[in-house]
């Protein structure tokens, strides 16, 4: 006798044991990039993150914090949690595999505890074969070791299957619907985690129906799957924002007619309907009064706010209507009260969960630090909730991108009317709380010519126009006439993509690379882990098997170290999860009736958590980051598949035995089929550890302090992004470090509830000093600032304080632009006064540098190429708001250091350029110009090189070790290149400043006289580039090339620091390192020139930026021009080398010089100074020969020579 229920139970705690080990040993110790610092920031201090939020995420890891040893170990319980939770995950996938797999093949009356051991084997094998190659997968794995949602968000639909195949098993027991009543609970709390947990609901109806009904039917199945969509729809556009909308109503009651405060109408509502839920419950349980059951459901299924789909009353009229009529005119006598029962509880357990939003409404309210979008009343809680700052995606019918918008007889766009309520600003401390009610103009929905409508509509961002076209290589459009004038039948001609183009995007581009791409990664393989947009070279499916995968992407023996095997994301599992998934689906759908009911279950769990995703998020190309994490779900139920495989493989292997005679051969059959359902997961984990191993790896949480040790005391730093931001704030909420830093997210300065932020104190920084006040930017007045053509109507001059305060104005000045009406700014042309003394006395120059001091910062932003915008110039919101910023505190005394992230874009700071200064990570802003002299000695340097020499952190790579590097992963590497171009930028200032200390003293002596006369001194030089030295030195210490090799221009930038000081101190050290690095730099990327020298025409169109520039652009060859500028011997040795390496230097020369005569300036310049090199280099016949041979390039050179010496 064998006791299935112990083997199975203790087989699937040992797969979550080992799942856990796999997990805790690969944990990253700290906060991982992207949204994981603000995840666990939010936790660790439930604060209020980005919406839809999750506050039953930051319940729990709360929770988990509280076993931290202290601040710096927060994030590895939080962590921690994502590990355990996905532990959990493969515990219920094991035992739903061994579910599935026992109901087709034991017959439902044979006895468990005396199965065969065959089957038996066979059952548990399946279980750990699926189980293991999901635990050990690519995309689940990357979410199982960080503190994100997506690993709560994994169990939660892992455990809503798994409840719903316990259903299965005891559906006639009476108590059974309590397995529905928890699904319907784990429902509620998942949508305080993700969405994503409600696309499990068509595989559980389909549960439901094929285990209810005997004789199952495929309209039946179709009627089942239309009303779980229904119930989706019922809750993710009825329920969690109707029942907001319904508080809404008691919101504007308790608060404008009874002046009661802020939320004490929401707060009535939700104990009201919570009293309607106990009540219901209570009458439904007696079962007394057929009435009261029919009208406490009607009541409750209203004021759940279930019905309140879309922005009109008519369906929650209507819905409300029918319910009735059904509830009052149809039931009679025979009302379905256990149904009815069942869908009170699911909806009050529903809110069990769904009440947990109440968190973000108490902490937003308590104005915490992080309070994002500031949801702290219902009317901001539902726009919170809606994504509405997202805006919103065309799903079945809407516009293409060249639709012009419908104008009304004035020219101005049509729209629907858009209204909300926000809270009045208050004029003082003591007015009462009051709702007004606004026009939402930048969130209203246009409507466009009907004839550039499309059913469908894939292709539909006018602001990816070109994105769209670069992705598919051309777009074939047809012309339409589109009406213009609303009411008018005048028309004019519009290019439209057909829809067959949009239909080709959808399959080209959002289901196959935007999906399938990343299902095979996890079950065919993956090239590498760099993120890709549709190059060759970068995050493709790879199988491993030459003749699949070189057609596609060449010959990938070629490919260089660092992007195949070299990468530690090169993953090559040549099919085999896929393969036996194929197996355990035909095995699955072929296994009599309840195969294919089976079949079907899981293939809508599949569909609705991966394509049904695709379809929803409608996605443009070229996304900041690589998106698999959305389909785990899908990726979790062919696992289920690939588990299957073990079965379908024994029962393949035991027919074909039985065609050749070997009718004894069903225990070896099991035995092959186990022995590889065990190989394949110890495969995939062969490959996938070293990519998901994150320990010792401390590079989020290091590079974020990083920037604000950049940062001196007291400063301001600008970011942008969310790898340059989230990790500040965790740095600051969760470790404490430097939090008298103020971090300024000029993403989000664009909205009110953001400056109002701004306006608060946090910890030890004090609210931003700025001329705005809550009023300013109330309602979103203030988005952009038109100052329409500046050279038609120039101004003089004005200070920043002056400019803005006239756009403060409350009588706000009106223009229009495009048929719209935006906020005027008067004066563009700006300045802000400087005071030599005051700056020397807030320490922002040393004593002596007045003299480097303007009268004043001069920020033109007529002359800024970043403000144009059609035919106007604009000021965003965010340019103005940081321009107020800054005036104030220079105004003020310039108390406040400010700094921009090195990593924002330089359209934010432009209007400050020539007075930016590198800090470390940061670019401070300066009261010196520059592009003068001014800043030598200034110790502008100095603080750079202190903040990189004794305050920076290395991320974990200071320690190590060549046998044991950590892994870094693309973005991890990203932020590594940004430390060494911070560096290098350093280096580049020391250099500079010790040469250009000498050159002063060329200059008028009135000019030298000015500065202090150390400057001039050998020392002073001699210790700018000893510190150059040092820094690079450290460079190549701290941030070793075995763990992230440099990309192509810090490897060239180092080697040309090493030779300029070489040229200025004759330390043969300094070409010695510049010649190590140089000639490492050509054998490496020799291996690129190799590759794509093999590539055919249709591969070399698909080549990254940086491809290009190597290959076409002449990229290689200024790495050699180099090394010929530094020692021109090493460059004659390496000229041959790579011709014996076999690269085609001459083909790389000449694919340049095409590229300048196709206008590419980096081909022109790097022609110029690579012909120079030749003429030295080269054997005279060779040169010859080369320009008698290519008559056309010979004509493009002297073209080139001759232009470029004229301009002499």
């Not at 610092?37 to 319940?59: C, R, S």
Request: include cysteine; aromatic fraction near 16%.
């Amino acid at each position: 006798m064998r006791n299935y229920n112990k083997i199975n139970n203790t087989l699937g705690w040992l797969v979550f044991i080992v799942a856990t080990v796999t997990y805790m040993l690969t944990l990253e110790p700290t906060a991982s990039f992207w949204d994981c610092g603000e995840f666990i920031a939010q936790g660790y201090k439930l604060e209020v993150g980005h919406p839809p939020g999750n506050p039953i995420f930051m319940l729990t890891a709360n929770f988990f914090s509280h076993f931290a040893s202290g601040p710096e170990t927060v994030a590895l319980c939080v962590n921690a949690m994502s590990g355990l939770l996905s532990a959990g995950t493969i515990l219920l996938l094991f035992w739903t595999i061994t579910h599935l797999v026992r109901r087709l093949i034991v017959k439902a009356d044979d006895d468990l505890n005396f199965l065969s051991w065959t089957k038996l084997a066979i059952i548990m094998g399946s279980g750990l074969c699926g189980a293991l190659v999901y635990a050990w997968s690519d995309t689940f794995w990357f979410s199982a070791v960080e503190g994100e949602v997506y690993a709560f968000s994994s169990f939660c639909t892992a455990l809503t299957f798994w409840l719903i195949l316990k259903w299965e098993n005891r559906c006639e027991d009476p108590r059974s619907d309590r397995y529905l009543i928890a699904i319907a609970y784990v429902i509620g709390v998942s949508v305080a985690v993700h969405l994503l947990n409600l696309l499990c609901i068509p595989a559980i109806i389909l549960v439901i129906y094929y285990r209810k009904f005997e004789k199952t039917t495929v309209k039946g199945s179709l009627l089942a799957l239309l009303l779980s969509f229904a119930i989706i729809v019922l809750i993710l556009y009825g329920l969690v924002p109707g029942f907001v909308e319904m508080a809404q109503y008691a919101e504007l009651l308790f608060v404008n007619t009874f002046g009661f405060s802020f939320n004490s109408g929401a707060l009535a509502y939700a104990l009201a309907f919570a009293g309607l839920l106990v009540w219901s419950i209570y009458v439904f349980h007696k079962q007394r009064n057929e009435n009261a059951m029919k009208w406490v459901f009607l009541l409750v299924a209203f004021f759940s706010g279930i019905f309140f789909i879309g922005d009109s009353l008519f369906i929650p009229v209507l819905l409300t209507a029918a319910l009735a009529v059904y509830l009052f005119a149809f039931c009679g006598q025979r009302l379905p009260v256990r149904i009815l029962y069942n869908v009170v509880l699911y909806i009050a357990v529903i809110f069990a969960g769904y009440s947990s939003y109440a968190l973000i409404l108490i902490r937003s309210t308590a104005q915490t630090p992080m309070d994002q979008n500031s949801p702290d009343n219902v009317f901001a809680l539902s726009s919170y909730l809606n994504r509405e700052q997202y805006g919103k995606t065309p799903l079945l019918y809407g516009p293409v991108y060249s639709a012009p918008v419908l104008r009304d007889a004035t020219g101005n766009p049509v729209s629907e009317e858009a209204t909300k309520y926000e809270k009045e600003v208050k004029a003082t401390p003591d007015a009462p709380d009051r709702y007004i009610e606004i026009d939402d103009e930048y969130n209203r929905d246009y409507r466009y010519s009907p004839s550039t409508n499309m059913f469908f509509p894939r292709l539909y961002d006018s602001s990816s126009k070109a994105k769209y076209e670069s992705c598919m290589g051309g777009i074939k459009t047809k012309s339409v006439q589109a009406i213009v004038y609303d009411g008018d039948n005048a028309t004019q001609t519009v290019e439209v993509p057909t829809f067959t183009e949009n239909l080709r995007y959808f399959f080209q581009y959002q289901l196959n690379y935007m999906y399938w791409r990343y299902f095979l990664w996890n079950f065919a393989g993956r090239q590498n882990d760099i993120q890709g947009h549709g190059e060759i070279t970068h995050g493709n499916w790879i199988s491993g098997i030459p003749f699949i995968d070189n057609p596609r992407l060449g010959d990938q023996s070629l490919l260089p170290d660092e992007l195949g095997k070299g990468n530690a994301g090169h993953n090559v599992f040549y099919m085999l999860p896929l393969l036996f998934g194929i197996i355990g689906l035909l095995w699955q759908a072929y296994k009599g009736k309840r195969g294919i009911e089976q079949f079907w279950v899981v293939f809508f769990l599949f569909f609705m958590t991966g394509i049904a995703i695709v379809i929803y998020l409608n996605q443009t190309p070229e996304q900041p980051r690589e998106r698999d994490y959305a389909y785990a779900g899908s990726f979790y139920a062919f696992a289920i598949w690939v588990g299957m495989g073990v079965a379908g493989l024994f029962s393949l292997i035991r027919h074909l035995a039985k065609t050749v005679m070997l009718n004894s051969f069903e225990k070896p059959a099991a035995a092959i089929a186990v022995a590889l359902g065990i190989f394949i997961p110890l495969q995939v984990v062969s490959q996938t550890w070293d990519d998901h191993d994150r320990s010792g790896r401390y590079a989020c949480r290091d590079f974020g302090m990083n920037y604000l040790t950049s940062v001196d005391k007291n400063g301001i730093i600008f970011t942008s992004g969310d790898n340059d931001t989230f990790p500040l704030w965790y740095a600051q909420e969760v470790e404490g470090w430097r939090t008298d830093v103020r971090v300024v997210n000029l993403s989000y300065l664009a909205t009110d509830w953001y400056m109002a932020q701004m306006r608060r104190p946090a910890y030890e920084s004090a609210p931003l000093p700025m001329q705005a006040n809550n009023e300013t930017f109330a309602y979103n007045r203030r988005l952009f600032g038109i100052f329409g053509n500046y050279l038609e109507h120039p101004t003089a001059p004005k200070s920043v304080k002056d400019a803005i305060a006239d756009y403060y104005n409350p009588e706000i000045h009106f223009a229009e632009n495009d048929g719209e009406k935006y906020p005027y700014f008067n004066y563009p042309n700006m300045y802000i006064p400087l005071d030599p003394a005051q700056l020397v006395k807030s320490g922002m120059i040393p004593a002596g540098y007045e003299f480097a001091v303007a009268d004043h910062l001069t920020v033109d932003a007529t002359k800024d190429i970043y403000t144009t915008r059609k035919d106007n110039y604009t000021l965003s919101s965010a340019k103005v708001m940081s321009l107020d910023i800054i005036s104030s505190d220079i105004n003020e005394g310039w108390k406040r250091p400010l700094y921009f992230a090195m990593t924002v874009p330089d359209e934010y700071y432009s209007l400050f350029n020539n007075y930016m200064q590198t800090s470390g990570m940061a670019y401070e802003i300066t009261p010196i110009d520059n592009r003068s002299y001014g800043t030598i000695g200034a110790g502008f340097t100095d603080n750079a090189y202190h903040n990189i020499t004794e305050k920076f952190r290395w991320g974990g790579l200071d320690k190590a070790t060549p046998e044991n590097p950590p892994y870094f992963d693309e973005t991890a590497s990203r932020m590594v290149n940004t430390t060494r171009t911070a560096i290098l930028e350093t280096v580049a200032n020391l250099i500079e400043e010790g040469a250009g200390a000498q050159d002063l003293k060329s200059l008028d002596d009135s000019i030298a006289k000015a500065f202090p006369a150390r400057i001039f001194t050998p020392e002073f030089a001699a210790d700018r580039y000893e510190k150059a030295r040092k820094l690079l030195t450290l460079m190549e210490k701290k941030l070793p090339e075995f763990v992230v090799p440099s990309n192509f221009d810090i490897a060239d930038r180092t080697a040309r620091f090493y030779y300029r000081l070489y040229d200025l101190t004759d330390n043969k050290a300094d070409r010695e390192n510049g010649d190590r690095i140089i000639r490492a730099a050509l054998d490496r990327f020799a291996q690129n020139m190799r590759f794509y020298q093999s590539l055919n025409i249709g591969q070399l169109g698909a080549m990254s930026y940086i491809d290009n520039y190597l290959f076409f652009d002449g990229g290689y060859l200024s790495m050699l021009l180099t090394c010929y500028e530094g020692n021109s011997d090493l460059a004659k040795q390496e000229l041959e080398a790579l011709k014996k390496a076999g690269v085609d230097i001459w083909g790389c020369y000449k694919r340049a010089i095409l590229r300048t005569a196709d206008g590419s300036t980096d081909a022109a310049r790097n022609v110029y100074f690579a012909t120079q090199m030749f003429y030295d280099l080269a054997e005279p016949e060779e040169i010859d020969k080369f320009f008698n041979d290519n008559d056309d390039c010979a004509q493009i050179v002297a073209e080139l020579l001759r232009h470029a010496a004229q301009n002499e």
